[in-house]
């Protein structure tokens, strides 16, 4: 049976930049074909060819074996093809059965038979939620199922995922998983885009890898390995993703906190973190791991429990606290709580410490500011089209990179990172890994959390490991495993392998 669909030779260009250098790809039925490569490779370009939403500048799209011209999202919708991009396209004020039957609603609607049969998608997916609810009101991973349900709910042959697990959680993403498995039995061709390799490598049946704008290879799970993929992405191997910085050095203990509760999602939490040293805080989501860095870092009010830096005890109670007390989060949703995106880079930067760039009155010296953050933004090899630019116009990964710098120039003692690489593509990885690496090396505590298990390891000097709510155990590096770390997380408490500090 030949390809549900083909793009050949697809060129496109955006002003004098060249996004596109003749692509050729294909899909066919109840094939699983991931597309992988760094941001800004071209990916999302090309998908965004095949929904009807770019036109290219050249080469030809080919549904069934003919060629397509004109190309539109309607023609594209009407042969079946349906993209679920990263930033959900949905009506916020609308209930979840109007956003999925989007297209029936002109004239008379049934809402009580609408909102059975948008239950009825909802639990074919394995999702109970009500119909009626407003989307707004709903997490962002349920958003997500509410894309896929819409996109269902018309007579798809092609589904595009473009990095669909980025905001799930473990159960939920392998629930979406048996609903990939579920499409493919029904001969529906999914493209699927995802920087989380493991389950590529899970799940695909063939993986087309592209850098600046050009196909570099096309393989299979079995032809190739993790590590032929990132450098065919990258140009490097899997082990420079990690590197380690000289002369960094573990000092004395800088953070301990002892005891820490709040209601029943975090219970009785006592850690520490010494200078120069990266802790990693392992677990499943919903394990206490945010809940915990949020009681440190005074944006939930804890229960109980104490918190001491450098040996004294700190009263926080507020965020301003924990930034004066010197301790500093990279939260796990940047976008809203991370970056302020409507403003500059260079706001963004400072914000967290005015002094060095007000002058005795409180008024701002503009010209300080923006060579301070020049010159961090050459350190830290940031991307933009200057310190001026909103923080709304970078990529993720350079947006991460701004949430790193407010905290190189606060200079806090304590660093923690909450998922510090969601959604961030390989090389961008890399550089963060080196600028976490540069923080501990410079005599910050650093706390990690992360899902990615690799991430943790290559990472950190050691990972705790919780679950519901208490750390169930400490690994250290001649112990790292996945079967390890996950025992313990879905134990409860079992014995650890080595005491925590």
Not at 51 to 77: C, F, K, M, N, W
Not at 336 to 363: C, E, K, S, W, Y
Not at 392 to 419: M, P, R
Not at 456 to 482: K, N, T, W
Request: glycine share 10%; proline share 4%.
């Amino acid at each position: 049976m030949g390809p549900l669909v083909e793009l050949k030779g697809i060129t496109r260009s955006f002003g004098g930049v060249r996004a596109l250098k003749g692509i050729d790809f294909d899909l066919r039925p109840g094939e699983v074909h991931a597309l992988l490569g760094e941001n800004g490779a071209g990916k999302s370009t090309l998908m965004r060819v095949l929904a009807g939403e770019i036109t290219p500048d050249g080469g030809a799209i080919l549904i069934d074996g003919a060629s397509v011209a004109p190309y539109d999202p309607r023609v594209a919708a009407s042969h079946g093809i349906a993209v679920i991009h990263q930033e959900t396209a949905l009506a916020p004020d609308l209930s979840v059965a109007e956003n999925i039957f989007m297209r029936e609603l002109p004239g008379i609607i049934a809402w009580p038979a609408l909102n059975r049969r948008a239950a009825v998608l909802l639990k074919q997916l394995g999702f109970a939620i009500d119909p009626r609810r407003t989307v707004g009101d709903l997490a962002v991973a349920h958003q997500q199922v509410v894309e896929i349900a819409k996109a269902l709910s018309q007579k798809v042959r092609v589904i595009v995922f473009d990095e669909p697990t980025a905001v799930l959680s473990t159960g939920d993403a392998e629930r979406l998983h048996g609903i990939i498995a579920g499409l493919r039995a029904e001969g529906v061709g999914i493209v699927y885009i995802s920087h989380r390799l493991e389950e590529v490598f899970r799940i695909s049946d063939r993986m087309t890898v592209m850098k600046d704008g050009r196909v570099v290879g096309v393989t299979t799970p079995r032809d190739a390995s993790v590590e032929d993929v990132i450098r065919m992405m990258v140009g490097r191997p899997l082990a420079a993703l990690f590197p380690k910085a000289e002369g960094r050095r573990i000092g004395d203990e800088v953070l301990r906190v002892a005891d820490l509760r709040r209601g029943n999602r975090v219970r009785g939490v006592s850690l520490s973190v010494r200078a120069g040293e990266i802790v990693g805080l392992g677990g499943l989501v919903g394990s206490g791991r945010t809940e915990t860095v949020r009681l440190i870092f005074g944006a939930d009010r804890r229960d109980d429990g104490t918190i001491h830096l450098r040996g004294e005890q700190a009263r926080i109670s507020s965020p301003l606290d924990a930034v004066l007390a010197g301790i500093g989060l990279v939260p796990e949703d940047r976008k809203h709580q991370g970056v302020i995106l409507d403003m500059p880079i260079r706001t963004n930067t400072t914000m967290a410490r005015l002094a060095p760039v007000v002058n005795a009155l409180g008024f701002l010296r503009l010209r300080v500011e923006r060579g301070l953050v020049e010159a961090l933004s050459k350190r830290l090899r940031l991307k933009s089209a200057g310190v001026d630019a909103p923080a709304s116009s970078l990529s993720g990964g350079n947006q991460q990179k701004v949430v790193l710098a407010k905290w190189f120039h606060a200079g806090t003692d304590v660093i923690i990172l909450d998922e510090p690489t969601r959604g961030v593509d390989v090389g961008a990885k890399a550089e963060i890994y080196a600028l976490i690496e540069e923080l501990a090396a410079a005599g910050r505590a650093v706390l990690v959390i992360s899902s990615e298990h690799q991430e943790l390891f290559g990472l950190c000097d050691r990972v705790l490991v919780m679950a519901e709510g208490r750390i169930a155990g400490e690994l250290q590096p001649a112990d790292y495993s996945e079967e390890r770390l996950l025992t313990l997380a879905m134990t409860r408490g079992a014995a650890p392998l080595r005491k925590a500090s």
